[in-house]
């Protein structure tokens, strides 16, 4: 099979042709006859519907094609048999990064599960690269049958003053890519609290997207639903995924604002989320949305992406079609792309799936622009793959590390109290604890036995004054690890640092060494010795094998951890959560402890008390 170039054409330039098969004047390209339409224009399911495509848009949307649209010998025609027309899902808000796999083995193994339009905020990459990753991604995504929309990354680092990354964005750079194409939106704003107590440089970014049309998407990681949110919404955004409760959904919902219903590998939100549908009978849901923001390559493989989180949604009450509006035609309406995609309407992509089980979304077919990309889940057309630049390739700056580097100095032989890291699995946030632990020769040690282990940061970028060098530590509650267990990877939200968690100094400096070898990755130890190791090379972050490669890799990864004592499903994922500072309470940068509080401004606290 010849490698699959993807070159759709512009709506302005065939309007002719699609109204002249519309009106039985021309041949359409294809016709798909004897479907169950989900029509969600009107929230409801028609029977015996026909649908016909010209040049990737649908023409004709109706019954009795036979006697009214024009076929010739180009002509394809599909009998769906009673099936269910579905218009392709939507992804609003993904990393990509976090699947493990790069843009085109991720785009190969969401088109097979029925996404046919990401919106990926590569902030991960732009972290490490900065501003040519953005570039690096459209370039790479290029000839994708996917609607690609790249959210443009505009929090690098996270939060200035607190971590240090591989790069920096400012307002002028969020500009140029705007300008030159790069980026079709705004990513997620995740400082809130920058935007909510005006801080200058965050406001300048919100303005270079306002000047520029584009949608601005956020983050808004608290609780406070009152000024808070009022104050983030007052600015233009739209949109956020850090959505935990029912409450906090239907008070965005009153605001005109969208609510993100998350279903990722490792945070899953939705169950608790949609309840502000499922209890509330006859709400409007228009301002529902479900997306994945961070799913692994394993996932994908054995449960699916956006298919997976639909199937939740109706698992756990909403009605099948309401689902699918949240999924197709809400999101499009985020994006402020409706006319153009999320729903299987005249003027609109053909971006179409044939369902034969609605409930258990079943899907046989996909479509994208009308050609068939995917078929009972496997793809029908090869993607050439991209050759990545060396740059992008080498960035693991950080020497072999010593038994010195994983001491924490107490100062002292007496019991102290320190702030602890307790971990949530399933969920983003954690919590800080206060824990009593006792120094052996001055320095603090993990504590299998109360379920504490030590953690560090290490900054792992190009050389900086100042920086080179530097590491936090901290102490995590929640791993469950065993005795001469660890875990090092360079997958640390946002910043990409260099994160190992572990009960042994000796543990953390194998897993450590073993993922700076690598260029970047993940590695556990078990018991002291080697137990699973997952390549990473481009930017530390991605592999550039075939997703179901990666998935195995993945899974042995799992596999180890929890031979290492850690029970809980996509562990992996909570652990890189440690680093992401804009989200509540507590978390470990390159700089130390950070705190998070209440839309208190951030600030850096000791780990002693």
């Known amino acids: 099979m010849a490698n699959y170039v993807h070159k759709p054409k512009k709506l302005a330039d065939v309007t002719i042709d699609l109204a002249a098969v519309a009106m039985g004047k021309m041949p359409a390209d294809l016709i798909i006859r004897n479907g169950k339409l989900v029509n969600v224009n009107i929230g409801a399911v028609q029977n015996d519907m026909d649908v016909a495509v010209k040049h990737g848009f649908i023409v004709y949307v109706g019954k009795d094609t036979e006697n009214k649209i024009l076929t010739d010998k180009h002509t394809q025609i599909i009998d769906a048999k009673g099936r269910y027309l579905v218009p392709g899902l939507i992804d609003s808000h993904v990393h990509i990064e976090s699947s493990m796999v790069d843009p085109r083995h991720f785009a190969a193994g969401v088109l097979a599960r029925g996404t046919t339009t990401i919106c990926p905020d590569n902030h991960e990459i732009t972290n490490v690269l900065g501003l040519r990753a953005v570039e690096l991604f459209q370039n790479a995504a290029r000839g994708l049958p996917i609607k690609?929309?790249?959210?443009?990354?505009?929090?690098?680092?996270?939060?200035?003053?607190?971590?240090?990354?591989?790069?920096?964005?400012?307002?002028?750079?969020?500009?140029?890519?705007?300008?030159?194409?790069?980026?079709?939106?705004?990513?997620?704003?995740?400082?809130?609290?920058?935007?909510?107590?005006g801080d200058k440089e965050v406001h300048e970014i919100i303005k270079a997207s306002h000047e520029a049309g584009m949608v601005l998407t956020g983050h808004y990681a608290s609780d406070e639903l009152d000024q808070g949110l009022n104050a983030f919404a007052a600015t233009g955004i739209n949109c956020c995924h850090e959505v935990t409760s029912a409450e906090s959904v239907l008070k965005r919902s009153e605001l005109g604002f969208y609510s993100q219903l998350r279903y990722g590998s490792a945070w899953l939100d939705l169950p608790n989320t949609i309840k502000a549908y499922t209890?509330?009978?006859?709400?409007?849901?228009?301002?529902?949305?479900?997306?994945?923001?961070?799913?692994?390559?394993?996932?994908?493989?054995?449960?699916?992406?956006?298919?997976?989180?639909?199937?939740t949604a109706i698992k756990n009450g909403v009605p099948p079609v309401i689902a699918i509006q949240m999924a197709t035609l809400n999101a499009a309406q985020l994006l402020e792309k409706a006319r153009w995609i999320g729903s299987i309407s005249p003027g609109r992509a053909a971006d179409i799936l044939i369902?034969?089980?609605?409930?258990?979304?079943?899907?046989?077919?996909?479509?994208?622009?009308?050609?068939?990309?995917?078929?009972?889940?496997?793809?029908?057309?090869?993607?050439?793959?991209?050759?990545?630049?060396?740059?992008?390739?080498?960035?693991?700056?950080?020497?072999?590390?010593?038994?010195?580097?994983?001491?924490?100095?107490?100062?002292?032989?007496?019991?102290?109290?320190?702030?602890?890291?307790?971990?949530?699995?399933?969920?983003?946030?954690?919590?800080?604890?206060?824990?009593?632990?006792?120094?052996?020769?001055?320095?603090?040690?993990a504590d299998v036995s109360r379920d504490l282990a030590k953690a560090f940061s290490f900054y792992r970028h190009q050389p900086k004054d100042g920086v080179t060098g530097s590491r936090g530590a901290g102490i995590i509650a929640g791993t469950h690890f065993n005795e001469n267990c660890a875990y090092a990877s360079t997958i640390s939200h946002d910043c990409h640092n260099l994160l190992v968690i572990g009960t042994s100094d000796e543990a953390m400096m194998l897993a450590a060494n073993e993922v700076i070898k690598s260029q970047?990755?993940?590695?556990?130890?078990?018991?002291?010795?080697?137990?699973?190791?997952?390549?990473?090379?481009?930017?530390?972050?991605?592999?550039?094998?075939?997703?179901?490669i990666t998935a195995k890799k993945i899974q042995a990864i799992e596999l180890a951890l929890r031979k290492a004592g850690a029970q809980h499903e996509s562990i992996e994922m909570t652990f890189s959560l440690l680093g992401l500072i804009v989200i509540e309470q507590l978390h470990l940068s390159n700089r130390g402890l950070v705190e998070l509080k209440s839309n208190a401004p951030l600030k850096i606290v000791p780990l002693i008390k």
């Open 355 to 445: 369902v034969s089980d609605i409930t258990d979304f079943v899907i046989d077919e996909v479509y994208s622009d009308g050609v068939l990309v995917a078929k009972n889940g496997m793809l029908t057309i090869d993607l050439e793959p991209y050759a990545y630049p060396a740059y992008s390739m080498k960035t693991m700056h950080l020497d072999k590390l010593t038994l010195d580097d994983f001491k924490i100095s107490a100062g002292t032989d007496e019991a102290i109290n320190v702030r602890a890291i307790e971990i949530q699995p399933g969920k983003v946030h954690t919590v800080e604890k206060s824990k009593k632990m006792y120094p052996v020769e001055g320095l603090i040690q």
């Open 520 to 548: 970047g990755g993940m590695a556990v130890v078990v018991d002291g010795s080697l137990a699973a190791r997952l390549e990473l090379p481009l930017a530390g972050l991605m592999s550039l094998s075939p997703i179901e």
């Open 279 to 311: 209890e509330n009978p006859g709400l409007d849901s228009r301002f529902m949305t479900i997306c994945t923001d961070d799913v692994n390559a394993a996932t994908i493989t054995r449960e699916g992406q956006m298919d997976r989180s639909l199937r």
């Open 148 to 197: 690609f929309l790249l959210a443009m990354p505009v929090c690098v680092p996270a939060v200035r003053g607190f971590e240090d990354t591989g790069a920096e964005i400012y307002a002028k750079d969020v500009a140029e890519a705007y300008e030159k194409g790069w980026a079709q939106l705004q990513g997620e704003q995740m400082n809130f609290i920058g935007v909510i107590h």
